[in-house]
């Protein structure tokens, strides 16, 4: 964790119930089936399934905090395309780039190489929006930040499967 909290008592909200997805009897298992905006907030959501990604600054999960919610998941699988946009907790938020470096983190690891992601801040949700989405968006740098060994220790850290 960090010291020096940049929001000591962030509101906590209650996380959504796991939803189990039916699938009929007649569709071929090994079919490629589309991915849609509610699969992806499961690869960002969902402990057990996949990974609940922590917040960098306390022990809840970035759903906990609502600073991912599945209505911010924009997906078009037609097109190979995702859109995660994230809300800080506070408008000042250090931590930001690290949160979104988080979720693209996870989508790279969790989705077909084809797919086209985007990462986001929720306009006029911090300080600093307009840089912190062209840092998350250059693949020069996060291919840079990815090779800071405790950006990636911090990364992983938030990606780790289980927290308090």
């Known amino acids: 964790m960090v010291s020096g909290l940049i929001n000591p008592n962030p509101i906590v909200y209650e996380k959504k119930e796991c939803r189990v997805r039916s699938v009929p009897s007649?569709?071929?298992?090994?079919?490629?089936e589309p991915i849609d905006q509610l699969e992806i907030f499961d690869i960002l959501s969902l402990p057990n399934i996949c990974v609940d990604i922590k917040d960098p600054e306390h022990p809840y999960s970035l759903e906990e905090l609502k600073v991912?919610?599945?209505?911010?998941?924009?997906?078009?699988d037609k097109n190979s395309y995702v859109r995660v946009t994230f809300t800080p907790t506070v408008e000042h938020c250090s931590m930001a780039t690290v949160i979104g470096l988080c979720l693209?983190?996870?989508l790279m690891r969790s989705l077909p190489s084809r797919y086209k992601v985007d990462i986001r801040v929720a306009p006029g949700t911090h300080a600093t929006e307009a840089a912190v989405n062209k840092q998350l968006n250059d693949k020069e740098r996060v291919a840079a930040a990815l090779e800071n060994p405790n950006l990636v220790a911090m990364v992983d850290e938030c990606l780790a499967q289980s927290f308090a």
């Open 68 to 76: 991912i919610t599945e209505d911010a998941i924009e997906v078009d």
């Open 26 to 32: 007649n569709v071929d298992e090994y079919a490629v």
């Open 104 to 106: 693209r983190v996870k």
